[in-house]
């Protein structure tokens, strides 16, 4: 009950816990297969660290626990990023990771600013904050944190090392229970004023004197109306080209009609034959 398991699901009841994260309920069919069971551990255990979306999941995972690191993700942690976070959390296994999503997310009560952490620089950027326990003075213990922001490049080594001597780097005092998260404002989209033509133009060299214009359109009439007449007497010679007549056709024809009506008056009855 108090890790909010859910009993019923199946037998034996299965759950995941670590690296600062609420224990996560998992199927009995897992068990079915020892390949698809290493797959799925591989996966719960690829990022050594709790994502935190809340004041509340920042105090409870990380700022109430003292020494801790939080990572204000500018995306997805993948390449050099994510091998900078696994070689971190297997060098110092007593901290505590945890993971902003920079995008969407930031600090305040103080800003990111007042840490002194460098400018949110939009996707891909990550960056780093170290909390530890801070002291007065006299060396007393006092419930502020001391928070150091890293400003190096995030890789492996520079991570690792900033981590190793965190206390020569600068710090800012931070109040735990007053340090809270709130949502970045989306950025706002690039306006591109569209692409027009000059319209600043000279009148005196566009503009021309009606009795020019009058001149240019009889020009252009004159024009239109030459290659219309071209074009007729083309056509024309293109058209005699495919049609040609001949007379003596014709006079055959006839000819052919009056042989045909001759034989049809011709009767070979009345032809009489003489001999001597």
Known sequence: ERLKL??????????????????KQLPTKLLRNQ???RKEITALTKLKAAKVKSSTELYKKCLK?????LVLAGGPLEGVALKAMDRANADFP???????DSTKLKLRKPSEKDIGLRKYQGPGSHRLIVFGDSKGSDGEAVPMLDAHPFLGPFTEEAVVNFVANVSAFGSTKVDPE????????????????PVSAPTTRD?????????????NRKLAAAR???????RRAQMDAEAEGFIEYDGEEEDEDDDEEE?????????????VLELD
Do not use: H
């Open 35 to 37: 390949y698809v069971l």
């Open 259 to 271: 042989e045909e009506a001759d034989d049809e008056d011709y009767d070979d009855t009345n032809d």
């Open 65 to 69: 626990k003292g020494k801790c690191g």
């Open 203 to 215: 009148p005196e060299a566009t503009i021309l004197p009606t009795a020019q214009q009058e001149e």
């Open 94 to 100: 007593s901290m505590n990771w945890v993971i902003l």
């Open 6 to 23: 859910n009993q019923n699901a199946g037998n034996p009841v299965l759950f995941f816990s670590g690296f600062g994260r609420d224990p």
């Open 224 to 230: 239109r109306a030459q290659r219309e007449a071209e």
């Open 178 to 193: 007053g340090l809270s998260v709130m949502k970045r404002k989306p950025p706002q989209p690039t306006y591109r004023a």
